[in-house]
């Protein structure tokens, strides 16, 4: 329908009464009907297992699910989707428009973890200008970065994202994120840098969690796969590549153009946000354009039908994006337990990234650039885990679908942590037992490739989980937020152990106990989410939590 033939259609409609936004019709989706978003109350107490079969009516040509999705109904002063194909619709939009967007949303994912790490070859440069020899502080410089970007986005962007929508929350956070590696590249003390390293980290770093919304925003649960596989990349790939590049940066320019180049590659990723990315929330598209049409046909009283700020101000709405991720992490056991496997999964990740350089120095005595080079081993084995279990994650949910007979079950997305369970613990031995027995270099170097397969074993089946449970009750970015949170806050301080233990107990025993806690842990609760996940996931659903 085009935007004429829209306005003349909207102007014949008749002028409404006044109605009570909380008395909205719940009827079946037509045309000339348009449901609420439904409240808590109204949800169902567990996410419904679906039947595979042909799209019954109301649905996209793609097959998509919109029951509840909002439509123009003027009569009543609500603004909606013109057809349940609209193409302004972000489930609509066409393959090319929704992978521009997300292009832009997985470079500026990449580009965050990338920085926690970028500098780690250089630690004793930067060990040496500040006179630092404390394990602990220099450990820190890398750890608080990622302890800014495990809280930042829960307490600011996932609830600012609400209000004011996707694209500019994470463009401007970009440019917060940029100015404050200028600021690392200019100081000169230890505690000066490690604020700005912390909130970079803190106020920079919207697209980690904002990222899990827009993905929610566009695809639907049976083409989230390659979605979340391909924003997966950003996590996992950017801690292994950071090194690689800054190893040979800090031994030939120095470690502070380090980040100048990430203040020239943060300020790019802005600008590119503001200009090619579009809005994806679909309740700030229904905003805008219920704005539009109160100047067009001299209709103040239009609203939006998926208004979901209309009861309460913005101060209530942002005190409420923050406290739901922590409500789910702390009340609905999914959340909590696959958000403790995700903490122990990045905890070890980022062990690995503050020994190796102190290891490959000390032992092997090798250059900064060539250390960066190791974390090659573990960028290879996450490409290999792309390559497999992203592009096969969907698939692997057809066929499980098939074979318990149509009925889809969301817990058929983790069946790969029976693979993480297993990589992970062994990459500990592996990596330990070779720097206790001074094992030749590449025999260190390849223990990281099963870490690095494992972690992609566990990060994509974990987030597409949480997409396809929770998107029904709005709560894919709150529940992706929670995780996030408890994993980072973990990756960050969990290492500061590692000296002290490798200290007392050695490379070997200290990783095999590291490796057994994992497998114990890692093990029953990827067992237990297989065969009573759906049990656990009924028993305890989300409540009382959507706006």
């Known amino acids: 329908m085009s935007r004429s033939e829209t306005r003349q259609s909207l102007s014949s409609a008749s002028a409404p009464s006044p109605i009570d936004g909380n008395n909205a019709p719940n009827a079946s989706v037509t045309t000339n009907q348009v449901p609420y978003r439904k409240s808590s109350a109204s949800l169902p107490s567990a996410l419904p297992t679906q039947k595979q079969e042909e799209p019954p009516p109301g649905t996209s040509p793609r097959g998509e699910t919109l029951a509840e999705m909002p439509l123009m109904n003027l009569d009543k002063g609500l603004v909606g989707w013109e057809s349940t194909q609209d193409r302004e619709n972000p489930m609509n939009w066409t393959a090319l428009r929704k992978w521009r967007t997300m292009t832009l949303v997985i470079i500026s994912c990449f580009m965050l973890p990338f920085t926690s790490t970028v500098f780690a070859p250089g630690e004793s440069y930067v060990a040496a200008d500040f006179h630092e020899s404390n394990l602990v502080v220099l450990s820190l410089m890398i750890s608080l970065f990622v302890f800014g970007f495990g809280w930042g986005p829960m307490l600011l962007h996932a609830p600012l994202s609400e209000l004011y929508g996707r694209k500019y929350v994470i463009a401007i956070s970009n440019f917060i994120f940029a100015m404050f590696q200028l600021g690392c590249s200019l ?26 919304g827009v993905i929610s925003d566009m695809f639907t649960k049976e083409n989230v796969g390659k979605a979340s596989a391909m924003f997966g990349l950003g996590p996992l790939l950017g801690p292994a590549l950071g090194p690689v590049i800054g190893g040979f940066m800090a031994e030939t320019v120095g470690w502070r153009w380090t980040f100048r180049l990430m203040l020239i590659f943060g300020c790019m990723v802005a600008v590119a946000m503001l200009i090619v990315a579009e809005e994806t929330h679909p309740g700030r598209l229904l905003v805008q354009k219920t704005r539009r049409l109160r100047k067009e046909l001299n209709r103040p ?26 409500a789910l ?6 959340v909590t337990f696959l958000g403790l496997y995700m903490a122990i999964a990045f905890s070890f990740l980022y062990i690995f990234m503050t020994t190796v350089p102190r290891v490959f120095e000390g032992i092997y005595n ?7 080079l190791c974390y090659l081993g573990m960028g290879c084995g996450q490409l290999t885990g792309i390559v497999t279990i992203g592009s096969t994650n969907d698939k692997l949910v057809r066929y499980l679908t098939k074979k318990n007979k149509g009925i889809r079950e969301p817990e058929f997305r983790l ?3 029976l693979l993480s369970c297993v990589l992970i613990p062994a990459a500990m031995f592996w990596y330990g037992w070779a720097i206790q027995a001074r094992a030749h270099w590449f025999a260190v170097v390849a223990s990281l490739y099963p870490l690095g397969l494992g972690m992609v074993a566990s990060m994509i ?3 597409t989980y949480f997409i396809e ?8 970015a709150s529940a992706t937020a929670a995780g996030n949170c408890f994993r980072m806050t973990s990756a960050a301080f969990f290492p500061l152990l590692a000296p002290s233990l490798f200290a007392r107990l050695g490379h070997g025993w200290g990783c095999s ?23 656990l996931r009924e028993r305890f659903p989300p409540r009382g939590y959507n706006i």
């Open 187 to 212: 100081v000169n003390g230890t505690a000066a840098f490690m604020v700005c390293r912390f909130l970079g980290g803190f106020l920079g770093c919207a697209g980690i969690v904002v990222g899990g």
């Open 461 to 463: 089946p974990i987030q």
């Open 415 to 417: 069946r790969p942590l």
């Open 469 to 476: 449970c929770f998107a029904p009750y709005g709560l894919s």
């Open 329 to 334: 992490l702390g009340s609905v056991p999914t």
């Open 513 to 535: 106990v590291l490796g057994f806690i994992a497998f114990a842990l890692c093990g029953s609760m990827a067992v237990g989410f297989i065969y009573f996940g759906k049990r």
């Open 301 to 326: 009283e239009l609203i939006s039908a998926m208004d979901i700020n209309k009861r309460r101000t913005p101060r209530e709405v942002f005190w409420f994006g923050i406290s739901r991720p922590l």
């Open 366 to 372: 090798f250059s900064s650039g060539i250390i960066g």
